[in-house]
């Protein structure tokens, strides 16, 4: 239970964010709201000491890195079937060797079990270390301003992203093979729905000297490269079609990259087209996702659907388009996917259906924190304010924004 104290000391922190957020300029992220992050930043400034376990946990986090050795594309031990180690490479989670074969092939697909194998040599692992961790030490740049957060992300960047002889080339053509089935495909492309909250670190590094206007230049070359590929090749043509999580996290991905290196009318036209032909084809009235609903891990990829949606509502922000109003005539709306899940923040809850593993819900509680921030449905409301009071939830990082939640949004 919170202290009366610190109670106090988060009402504060909410009112001088309230009459100071806009004093200090908003980094240019796309996938949360920037005033979000500004709020943050005024609270820990304030002194608020109910933040301090989530802050606790980040600089953990931030600071194991500066022992890890930067990643390069080149640390694979398995290759493409182009024979090019910088091109990026992984295999499907889901597939095994067929064991009534003498040689596995070609592979079978165990939907939600993912093979331990298929992660040996290949570069979802670093590539996933690498983006992720720009983003958190960006975080704690921004947030605490120190210098040396700023750098170990810059270093991180130029090691796999921009090294004229190590750097990965900028595209996803043999991203999840499967062995005796295809080189590459379509489905891979959610491989890199990472660069979203690494694209958003980077912007949160933007103000420091360690971050050159050559890395700037380098980057955005590199983006604008991918983003060609991911809207011209066959595999990205095809996933966009994707008419469940692989579709929306493409939008995703491909507004956040769009946005990145200034192409605000593409991404309003990626934006727009999520919220007329996804919203109705991938939410049911009651806020049910039956095309995440039909797997074998539904919580996870019910989670991981609204968590893209609601990245694409922040994108949209930018350029002009309200995607958290949206609602079809029968009632089908981020706002209804959100209320669908707010139960089941609570681990106690059972969930609709029998998964083949249960899902950490720490997940659905950050999902929610961001649908919080814009959505004003009740019950999002009341299961993100009975969690902020949970102890047990403290140091997980959504709670760096929870005491601004009443202040922020619609």
């Known amino acids: 239970m919170k202290t009366l104290g610190n109670l106090l000391r988060a009402a504060a922190c909410a009112i001088f964010v309230l009459a100071h957020v806009r004093a200090e300029k908003a980094p240019l992220v796309f996938a949360y ?67 009534a074969k003498p040689d596995g092939l070609p592979y079978v697909r165990r939907d939600g079990e993912v093979n331990p194998d298929n992660n040996k040599g290949t570069d979802p692992r670093a590539f996933g270390r690498t983006t992720r961790s720009v983003w958190t030490l960006g975080l704690m740049y921004y947030l ?21 002889e190590k750097g990965m080339n900028p595209n996803l053509q043999y991203a999840q093979a499967i062995p005796g089935i295809t080189t590459g495909r379509d489905i891979g492309i959610i491989d890199a729905h990472r660069l979203i909250e690494f694209t958003d670190g980077i912007a949160l590094i933007a103000g420091s000297a360690a971050w050159t206007e050559d890395d700037d230049r380098g980057l955005k070359a590199w983006i604008s490269t991918y983003l060609d590929w991911l809207l011209t090749s066959d595999n990205g043509k095809s996933e966009s079609k994707k008419n469940n999580n692989h579709g929306t996290w493409y939008d995703a991905q491909a507004t956040q990259l769009a946005l990145f290196v200034g192409k605000n009318e593409l991404a309003k036209t990626l934006v727009s087209r999520a919220m007329l032909n996804r919203i109705p084809s991938q939410i049911e009235p009651d806020g049910r996702q039956p095309h995440e609903l039909a797997r074998t891990r539904s919580l996870h990829y019910s989670t991981m659907n609204l968590r893209a949606f609601l990245i694409l509502a922040s994108q949209g922000e930018r350029v002009g ?12 709306s981020l706002a209804k996917a959100a209320a669908f899940l707010a139960p089941y923040a609570d681990p106690s809850k059972a969930w609709i259906k029998q998964d083949i593993a249960d899902e950490s819900r720490m997940a659905v509680r950050e999902v929610l924190a961001r649908a919080a921030l814009r959505i004003r449905e009740p019950a999002v409301l009341a299961s993100v304010a009975t969690a902020a009071k949970d102890e047990e939830f403290a140091s997980e990082s959504w709670r760096l924004f929870a005491p601004i939640l009443d202040g922020v949004g619609k």
């Open 33 to 99: 709201p920037a005033e979000v992050l500004v709020s943050a930043k005024q609270c820990l400034a304030a002194g608020d000491e109910s933040l301090a376990p989530a802050l606790a946990a980040l600089r953990a986090e931030a600071d194991k890195m500066f022992a890890e050795k930067p990643a390069s594309v080149l640390d694979k031990t398995m290759v493409a079937a182009s024979g090019n180690k910088r091109d990026y490479f992984s295999m499907g989670p889901y597939w095994w060797p067929d064991p």
């Open 321 to 332: 388009l309200d995607m958290w109003a949206f609602s079809t005539e029968d009632g089908r």
């Open 144 to 164: 605490t301003g120190k210098e040396v957060y700023a750098e170990k992300a810059a270093l991180l960047t130029r090691t796999w992203f921009l090294d004229p």
